[in-house]
């Protein structure tokens, strides 16, 4: 790919049922993807990478579970960043806390704009008020970021093709979770339509959706009670191989510390 125009870089925060964060930072502005941890713990974990705050022009919301907003108040409140999320999430988070601060509304199918990336929000199948998946474009790159999805249907398919980097949820192993002590209601609460992606479903998502374009995958959200990181790590390993794509890195986010900064 000979082309002069500046990479983007993606830095997975942390993720998984406890918390949710990423930056994707170009030369000109940074944007936060969910803020799941406290303020302090994002503070530390952009401390960690090495990711200037300063740089951030906003957060944007994919749904209002905790996982996904825990720190979201307070940390754009500390930065005076402004807080983007469709109408459904918006609406649940203001009746939480009112004193949400500068909110800009999205709709899901249309692209908005925060910084220097062009951000396209879809709609995806999850047990939340309007869930939003993205794909974000600046500089010639395209990266696709989708968790917290109960199944794929067209429209994520479609979203996900011609991404350079792909951040897509590998949740549980359909046998850990059916063997696991969890009350029955949680397990068909993540097994329904509308829960969350096993290891088998995401494999058959990135097999369908990368292309040569692509040059990272990141599996995410996995669960550290139904599911290994080894596991996950092997799975995206064979997948790609099944595609012959050794050109492709595979990284597998973690819950508990951020994964250093890798550029598209
Ligand atoms: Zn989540
Ligand atoms: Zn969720």
Not at 122 to 141: E, N, W
Not at 236 to 250: K, V
Request: with cysteine; charged share 20%.
């Amino acid at each position: 790919m000979a082309d002069s125009s500046p990479s983007l870089g993606i830095t997975i925060l942390g993720s998984g049922s406890r918390g949710n964060a990423l930056v994707i930072q170009a030369p000109d502005g940074a944007v936060l993807l969910d803020a799941g941890f406290s303020a302090r713990e994002l503070d530390d974990r952009l401390a960690q990478t090495g990711v200037e705050p300063t740089a951030l022009r906003g957060v944007i919301v994919s749904h209002e579970h905790a996982d996904h907003v825990r720190g979201l108040r307070v940390f754009a409140e500390r930065y005076g960043l402004p807080v983007f999320a469709n109408r459904g999430t918006a609406t649940v988070l203001k009746k939480r806390d009112e004193r949400l601060g500068r909110l800009c509304l999205f709709a899901a199918g249309n692209p908005f704009a925060v910084g220097p990336f062009t951000v396209h929000p879809f709609s995806i199948p999850h047990d939340a008020s309007d869930p939003v998946a993205f794909v974000l474009q600046a500089h010639g790159r395209r990266i696709g970021v989708a968790t917290d999805l109960g199944h794929v249907n067209h429209l994520v398919e479609h979203q996900l093709r011609g991404c350079d980097a792909l951040v897509i949820e590998s949740n549980h192993d359909l046998g850990m979770l059916g063997n696991s002590t969890r009350p029955w209601a949680l397990k068909q609460r993540i097994l329904g339509r509308h829960g969350h992606l096993s290891n088998e479903a995401c494999v058959a998502l990135l097999q369908r959706v990368v292309d040569a374009r692509t040059r990272h995958v990141v599996m995410a959200h996995t669960s550290e009670e139904c599911n290994r990181y080894e596991l996950v790590a092997q799975m995206a390993i064979d997948c790609l191989a099944s595609l012959g794509r050794t050109d492709i890195a595979a990284h597998i986010a973690r819950q508990d510390e951020p994964l250093p900064t890798f550029w598209v």
